[in-house]
């Protein structure tokens, strides 16, 4: 397996940990809390925890894409890891929250890990990879600001 670069943000939010991490984890919600997404199917019960799974649809790069998602990782309310599988492809996206003297530092990192590929797949593969990249750093860095708005409003 090999891994694609990772994008790291982190947005500054006037809220309190608590709240961004109510905002985070209200899967339900989704929706209409994050432009980004067009729809969530929620496929577990009870509170967000390590196993709860969704399906999130979004449209990207004028597609659109349902792929499933799974927590992995839940600390409330400092971390959580999230990851999900698209074909042979494995993303992970790592939120992190920091006190702050004004809120909350959220910082979100995400990568990607793939099967080796190699001759005219890896060329192609990697220019795939770079325009994928930078649509998923627009698509985070609005996830980010929606997930500030929400939380400043709580």
């Known amino acids: 397996m090999t891994t694609t670069p990772q994008l790291r943000l982190t947005q500054p939010i006037d809220a309190d940990p608590a709240a961004v991490w109510a905002v985070l984890t209200d899967i339900g919600a989704a929706a209409s809390t994050l432009s980004g997404v067009d729809a969530v ?26 792929e499933e998602m799974e927590v992995i990782e839940a600390d409330e309310p400092r971390s959580t890891v999230v990851v999900a599988r698209s074909g ?20 979100m990192t995400f990568g990607a890990a793939m099967p080796e590929r190699r001759g005219l797949r890896r060329y192609l ?13 627009k698509a985070m860095e609005k996830d980010l600001q929606d997930i500030a708005i929400a939380a400043a409003r709580r």
Do not use: N
Request: charged content about 25%.
């Open 41 to 66: 199917e929620v496929l577990t019960e009870g509170p967000y925890a390590v196993g709860t799974t969704w399906r999130e649809t979004r449209s990207m790069l004028g597609m659109r894409a349902t």
């Open 88 to 107: 042979d492809v494995l993303y992970r996206t790592q939120f992190r929250l920091e006190p702050t003297e004004r809120g909350t530092d959220l910082t």
């Open 125 to 137: 593969g990697a220019a795939l990879s770079s325009l994928g990249l930078r649509a998923a750093q």
